[in-house]
Antibody, heavy 116, light 114 residues
Framework: QVQLVQSGAEVKKPGASVKVSCKAS????????ISWVRQAPGQGLEWMGWISAYNGNTNYAQKLQGRVTMTTDTSTSTAYMELRSLRSDDTAVYYC?????????WGQGTLVTVSS | DIVMTQSPDSLAVSLGERATINCKSS????????????LAWYQQKPGQPPKLLIY???TRESGVPDRFSGSGSGTDFTLTISSLQAEDVAVYYCQQYYSTPPFTFGPGTKVDIK
């Protein structure tokens, strides 16, 4: 069965960076891209970007351009999302999901807390 | 970027009654070459990731109960729960995936039991 397992919760100080991992199993990793979506506490879903696991092509939300980098490691079927220059409003649960358009399979979410 | 809006922000419906959620996009998400609407609906319960309910505006995902249905075209869409069950209490989001990213979500509609 398809599974996406994300890394654990993180606490970071403003200005730091965080890298969240998303390990995929149960399907051919390079056949699908990985999308990243975040959700601030009590708020809605925010689309962050997408990476092709086939060729590494990316699309990022404009508001995150320059601060976010999405990568994949096909040898371990793992996707990564790195966010730099963290601010308090980056505090959120970060989800990975398989695919680019509609998202059927999701990771369990990773809480990233940015606090001094 | 395409902006998605939803109405109402929240609604309370009696068990067994119909719930209707509206979603509007700032531009059409209907792709004329294939006549498909690039819109999905998700359900999210507290502490859980979203669950896909509907894609192509009206195609139910495998395993989703048939009381959930999607309709609409162009810029105006509706998610209907024909007979609300207790387990349907959740927040519902629409998302467009038309053309190139960003694939924006609506702000969500909270559904409760009256």
């Amino acid at each position: 069965q398809v599974q996406l397992v994300q890394s654990g919760a993180e606490v970071k100080k403003p200005g730091a960076s965080v890298k969240v991992s998303c390990k995929a199993s149960g399907y051919t990793f390079t056949s699908y891209g990985i999308s990243w979506v975040r959700q601030a506490p009590g708020q809605g879903l925010e689309w962050m970007g997408w990476i092709s696991a086939y060729n590494g092509n990316t699309n990022y939300a404009q508001k995150l351009q320059g601060r976010v980098t999405m990568t994949t490691d096909t040898s371990t079927s793992t996707a990564y999302m790195e966010l730099r220059s963290l601010r308090s409003d980056d505090t959120a649960v970060y989800y990975c999901a398989r695919g680019q358009r509609w998202l059927v399979y999701w990771g369990q979410g990773t809480l990233v807390t940015v606090s001094s | 970027d395409i902006v998605m809006t939803q109405s109402p922000d929240s609604l309370a419906v009696s068990l067994g009654e119909r719930a209707t959620i509206n979603c509007k996009s700032s531009q059409s998400v209907l792709y004329s070459s294939n006549n498909k609407n690039y819109l999905a609906w998700y359900q999210q319960k507290p502490g859980q990731p979203p669950k896909l309910l509907i894609y192509w505006a009206s195609t139910r995902e495998s395993g989703v109960p048939d009381r959930f249905s999607g309709s609409g075209s162009g810029t105006d869409f509706t998610l209907t729960i024909s007979s609300l069950q207790a387990e349907d209490v959740a927040v519902y989001y629409c998302q467009q995936y038309y053309s190139t990213p960003p694939f924006t979500f609506g702000p969500g509609t909270k559904v409760d039991i009256k």
